[in-house]
């Protein structure tokens, strides 16, 4: 697959702190943990944070209240990198915490982008941790730098706070009301203060955010699979639109915070953000990929002698397919798990050899076979001619590529960072010049209904999903000068 998670090549940051990558994307992304009432609450985020890892590996941070004053630490790199020591976990005292972890970028900027962020006001001590992107950052930036506003950061999140700290309301909700009330886009936002937690989901429900229980203290993070990991229980889907608050006692309360409109959650999250152990919208990503993988071997059968999976994000798919069709599953690419995460190559020539760094095929079951070759998605199709080649170099007779995603055509303006559009190999190419461009022997994708119908063959139906990346339908318009901003003009990627 377009697997970004290990293989990150080079990337350069927009504006808001958006950033390409020349051979992935969508790219994810960021994860958010916060937890309220346990007296080593910092310790509990940092075991959240681990866990969703996968979600960015740029920096992490976490930030903790005693209630009386907040400590912070947060810097580059992996969640066990910046937090690499006991004592600075120590450091962070108290029983409020909120964590982040965010993709990697390249670029000056990156530690001052890290998250939390954290600002002092006239409304004491507040610190953000936010998944997604705000569609309208840039003339709401424009606006309050004009009005006077400083910002120190690149991101989007500081216009939240910004937002939050200049809005003329007695409470904290209710000015975290009023701020985004003023911002469009997806959302998941943690807002600790000295003595309360928040947490936000914009109101399509685009970005995820979860509520869970551990003991007597109210955990959030953007996949349920931070709870397993700390022992706690799933409890709910934050509902879109809807905040939360928690403070003394324990006492949660809920509020309208964005009229909510029609639930509209990140298609991508199914296909392959989120983790397999992950359950959102009450299924578990595992299944509802391998339903994938199904529904795709009945719409577009192969007549082959294995099927293999790209490891590790397309595995569940491909036992899918080949349970479906009967054709067995094989273990035909092997990834070395211990490069590095961050592949600074430019060239062409270096990602090639990144590639075979990271995968290698097995020649001894791929050898004199036709194979099936299942992925999630196709971004710029770099990735996939090199598997191609990588598969028929040890000895393929035929490659069937099977994508259980539909062709990925369109930018993504809600957190989850893209390549250039004009880079996506699926922009203006019919499938079968898709084909010829990656050198398979056929190729097929999963088509819109086929996916959702394997989405909602778990959740009873019902729900409705962004799917701008393939349709093109989006649920919160872009403004043009964002889009052409963030993803056509200005910083490019490297090719
Ligand atoms: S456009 Fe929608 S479905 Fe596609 S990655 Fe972005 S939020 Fe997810």
Redesign the pocket.
Known sequence: MDDHRDLALAMRPYRWGIATHPDKG?IDECGVFGIYGHPEAAGITHHGLIALQHRGQESAGIVASDGEALTMHKGMGLVNDVFDQPATLDKLKGHIAIGHVRYSTTGSSNLANAQPILVNSRKGSLALAHNGNLVDADPIRDRLEDEGAIFSTSVDTEVLAHLIVRARKESLEESVIHAINQVHG?YALLILSEDKLIAVRDPHG?RPLQLGRLGDCWVVASESCAFDTVGAEFVREVAPGELLSISKGGVIRSKTAVKAAEARP????FIYFARPDSQLEGVNMHAVRKEMGRELAREAPAEADIVIGVPDSSISAATGYAEESGIPYEVGLIKNRYIARTFILPSQLKREAALKLKLNPLRKVIEGKRVVLVDDSIVRGTTSRHLVALLREAGAREVHMRISSPPYR?A?????D?TRVKDLVAKGREVDAIRDEIGADSLNYLSVDGMIKAVGARTDGGHS??????TAD?PVPVLENVDKFAFEGGKDGDD
């Open positions: 969508p997806g685009i990140c298609m991508f999250e369109n993504c303006h809600y957190g989850i893209t999903f962004c799917l701008a990346c393939f989006y």
